[in-house]
């Protein structure tokens, strides 16, 4: 559940109010899922573009659905989840199986920018086979932040942050949380009786939770000065009182080195960090100044998301990061672009490898967003509060532009493509009903499935003497056929090669269509 009352008390107090359009993006509808107004998917591509599906939750002010969603590259929806308040959601593995990991909670829009909740995980037949959870009494109560809370909404309470949920091959999991707590904001000009939002990093261990590491960021700020954040996330009227903290450190995404160190991206200090274990940091690459080392081939970068680590020897690193350098506060200034950047620890040299953005149609993300490079070096870029997908070939060309909503009315947290088999244990739905006396229609679908080619439609004028009466080929979520005579009941059974037949339960056809 979206905090509504909150952003409205608050956008009166803080936010410049943003004019929302009327014009609704186009859904679709479903006749045997109805529940289901998934958005229509605008679609330009060119033959470059790679196989997989694509993966993105919706929310937002302008968000027909709050849901997870699957589609294809033919804008077929493959999986939707239902209705939920969710954020960092990802087609990963766990233990080598593939899984879907989806955060759900209570998220806090700007200026808070983050979420206490659970990560859901679940396996390909969709069972939400475990959720990750941060239960600590040190944390602040949430009704003292949020007064409205209703805390049997949310069971089970955790204080996840809504930005990362990255499984490791061993089986844990890194997340972020955030502790909202006193502290003296002297040195940046604030109250000495000020409240931050403190960044903290986690390892917890994916099927119970244990806490296995974790890191503060007020434990650390003899090496992360506040006053580093300010030039670049002011203070503003924050800090004030226990519900507008200010939050300088604002992570949003952690990643391992090969030696166990962790490179933890901090939106607001425009910095990327590598973290030892034993929580020293390392080394401090600002998007600005540099920290640590010296800009170069015009490296720069800002409110950056989704730093990644893609190869790593001695001395380079080279990652990856989802470029916002388009302001926290003021927005259409710089264009929202994916980089690489090298990091060479002996020459402290941080360098511009490639840099991807669309030429002819410039994007501004306000937030989120993430940037994932493909096994066959093409990039995906998710762009968070604009809901499009780009994806760029080797070279830097755009190859595929994926739109299912108007900027700043939806936002899709990550967007990622990806394989995905999806056999789910539920059964398919089936819709029928009389168009008159001599025809029937039949609708039927099977909510993430991707491994079924063709449906059998069986029908009869009791549930005991149902008879096969066609087959048709699957042709996208949804599949209709029509049947002769006007039966009583319906059934239909996916059907594939090598897949079990799966029967829907058996219906009564509708008198009217
Ligand atoms: C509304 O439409 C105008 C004109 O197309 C556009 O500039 C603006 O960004 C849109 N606002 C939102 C909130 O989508
Ligand atoms: C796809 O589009 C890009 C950019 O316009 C172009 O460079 C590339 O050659 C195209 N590929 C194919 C297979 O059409
Ligand atoms: C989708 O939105 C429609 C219209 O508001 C609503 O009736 C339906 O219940 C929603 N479905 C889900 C899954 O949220
Ligand atoms: C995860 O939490 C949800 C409530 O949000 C609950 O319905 C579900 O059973 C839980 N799953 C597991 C595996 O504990
Ligand atoms: C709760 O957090 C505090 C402060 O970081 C830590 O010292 C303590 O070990 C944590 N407790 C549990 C049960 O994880
Ligand atoms: C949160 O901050 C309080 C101080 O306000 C501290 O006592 C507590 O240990 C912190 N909790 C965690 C989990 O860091
Ligand atoms: C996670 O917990 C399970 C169950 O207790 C345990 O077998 C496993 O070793 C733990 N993994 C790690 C990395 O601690
Ligand atoms: C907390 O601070 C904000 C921003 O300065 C202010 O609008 C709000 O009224 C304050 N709330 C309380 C309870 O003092
Ligand atoms: C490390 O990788 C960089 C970039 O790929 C390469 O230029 C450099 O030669 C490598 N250094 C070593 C010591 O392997
Ligand atoms: C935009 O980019 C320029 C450098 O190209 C930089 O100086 C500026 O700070 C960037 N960001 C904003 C929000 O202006
Ligand atoms: C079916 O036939 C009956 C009797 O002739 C008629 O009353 C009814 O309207 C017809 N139904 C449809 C759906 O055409
Ligand atoms: C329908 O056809 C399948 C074979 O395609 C057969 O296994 C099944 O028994 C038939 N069902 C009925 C009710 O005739």
Redesign the pocket.
């Given at each position: 559940m979206r905090v509504q009352s909150l952003l409205v008390a608050l956008s009166a107090v803080i936010l410049p109010t943003c004019a929302q359009n009327n014009t609704a993006w186009p859904f679709q509808t479903f006749r045997s899922l109805p529940g289901f107004e998934p958005p229509q998917l605008e679609i330009t591509q060119n033959a470059s573009a790679a196989p997989g599906l694509i993966f993105f939750p919706i929310s937002g002010d302008g968000a027909h659905n709050y849901s997870l969603n699957i589609y294809d590259q033919d804008g077929e929806l493959v999986w939707q989840s239902g209705y939920g308040d969710y954020a960092a959601f990802r087609p990963t593995e766990l233990f080598g199986e593939p899984v879907l990991a989806a955060w759900?909670g209570i998220s806090f829009p700007e200026p808070w920018g983050f979420g206490y909740g659970?990560v859901?995980?679940f396996n390909q037949n969709y069972e939400?086979?475990?959720?990750v959870t941060l239960w600590n009494t040190t944390y602040p109560t949430l009704e003292s932040i949020y007064p409205e809370y209703d805390p049997t909404q949310?069971?089970?309470f955790s204080w996840i942050d809504m930005h990362e949920n990255n499984i490791t091959p061993r089986g844990t999991m890194f997340v972020g949380a955030v502790n909202v707590t006193a502290w003296d904001l002297t040195s940046i000009g604030g109250p000495e009786d000020g409240w931050i939002v403190d960044s903290l990093v986690l390892e917890l261990n994916v099927t119970n939770s244990e806490i296995l590491w974790q890191w503060s960021h007020l434990a650390h700020v003899d090496h992360i000065p506040l006053t580093d954040a300010v030039p670049t996330y002011p203070l503003g009227e924050l800090g004030q009182n226990q519900s507008y903290p200010w939050g300088p450190f604002h992570i949003n995404s952690v990643d391992e080195f090969e030696d166990g160190s962790l490179l933890v991206s901090s939106r607001h200090y425009c910095s990327i960090f590598k973290i030892g274990r034993d929580g020293e940091v390392q080394w401090t690459l600002n998007g600005y100044s540099g920290g640590d080392f010296t800009l170069k081939n015009d490296l720069h970068f800002c409110y950056q998301h989704d730093a990644r680590i893609h190869s790593e020897n001695s001395s380079t690193t080279l990652i990856s990061i989802f470029n916002n350098d388009n302001s926290a506060v003021v927005s259409y200034v710089n264009q929202t672009t994916g980089i690489f950047l090298s990091v060479n620890t002996d020459t402290k040299e941080a360098t511009l490898v490639k840099e991807l953005y669309d030429p002819s149609e410039p994007i501004y993300a306000v937030s989120q967003g993430d940037h994932q490079l493909l096994s066959n070096g093409h990039s995906i870029m998710g762009y968070g509060s604009v809901p499009f997908l780009k994806e760029f070939d080797k070279h830097g060309n755009v190859v595929q532009t994926v739109k299912w909503g108007q900027a700043q009315a939806v936002q899709s947290y990550r967007t990622y493509k990806s394989q995905w088999v999806g056999t789910p244990s539920t059964r398919p739905d089936v819709f029928a009903c009389a168009e008159s006396n001599a025809t029937t229609s039949v609708h039927m679908s099977w909510n993430g499935a991707t491994e079924h080619q063709s449906w059998k439609v069986l029908a009869g004028s009791s549930r005991e003497g149902l008879r096969n009466v066609t087959d048709v080929k699957k042709t996208g979520f949804e599949t209709s056929a029509s049947i002769s005579g006007h039966a009583q009941f319906v059934q239909v059974e996916a059907h594939g090669d090598g897949i079990k037949t799966v029967a829907s339960t058996v219906v009564a056809i509708a008198e009217a269509c």
């Open positions: 759900s659970i859901k995980i939400n086979i475990y959720n949310y069971d089970p």
